[in-house]
């Protein structure tokens, strides 16, 4: 099946920083996503971006699928921001949606 | 829109009962799916429905594990009999469509003592 690869696995900002997620996939998709599971374990969609680019307040992000990547960026990061970020794709006649294993961001005060 | 409603929210139960945890999915979406994510292993699909009809259910560990979506409105996973190698948070998520974005339930974490 489709491989999914997230970077860094770690990631420790002041607030007021800004960041840039990246994950890398191994074949041609018909569905990406990004998501981010609060401290409280909560799982929310924060994008649906199988190709391009899509903005929402501080948040915004780019798949360029010719090449396999999907960018994930934050700006001027809050604390209530912290949590795990995860990518998840699908690929190929396989609707099956593949999670990366996450990127754990800490915004600190 | 209440969103993806799961139930019970946790469930604690003793090795070899039966467990059965319960979504609703967002009405007019049509695609249901059941993850479950632990430390090791992270996020992983157990079993989508669309339309109600099971399209890909791979991910069931075993035979002990079973889900049903009798209507549009309802779907369960159940596990008998439960073992403490089940213990996880079980999400459930429902999509317009198998290929579009997921809303998420808010998961039910299961302990098997």
């Known amino acids: 099946g489709i491989q999914v690869e997230q970077s860094p696995p770690d990631l420790i900002l002041q607030e007021g920083a800004n960041s840039t997620l990246r994950c890398n996939f191994s074949?041609?998709?018909?569905?990406l996503q990004w998501f981010h599971q609060n401290p409280w374990g909560q799982l929310i969609n924060l994008f649906y971006?199988?190709?391009g680019t899509k903005q929402n307040g501080r948040l915004s992000a780019t798949t360029v699928a010719t090449e396999r990547y999907s960018l994930l960026y934050i700006s001027s990061s809050q604390t209530t921001d912290s949590g795990v970020y995860f990518c998840a794709v699908s690929g190929g006649s396989n609707y099956k949606l593949t999670f990366g294993k996450g990127t754990l961001l800490t915004v600190n005060p | 829109d209440a969103g993806v409603i799961q139930s019970p929210r946790h469930e604690v139960t003793e090795m070899g009962q039966e467990v059965t945890l319960r979504c609703k999915p967002i009405s007019g979406h049509n695609s249901l799916f059941w993850y479950r994510q632990t430390m090791m292993r992270g996020l992983e699909l157990l079993i989508y429905f669309n339309n109600n009809v099971p399209i890909d259910d791979s991910g069931m560990p075993e035979d002990r594990f079973s889900a049903k979506m009798p209507n549009a409105s309802f779907s369960t996973l159940k596990i008998q009999p439960s073992e403490p190698r089940d213990s996880a948070v079980y999400f459930c998520a429902s999509s317009i469509r198998e290929d579009y974005g997921y809303t998420f339930g808010s998961g039910t974490r299961l302990t098997v003592v």
């Open positions: 074949d041609s998709v018909n569905n």
């Open positions: 971006i199988p190709s």
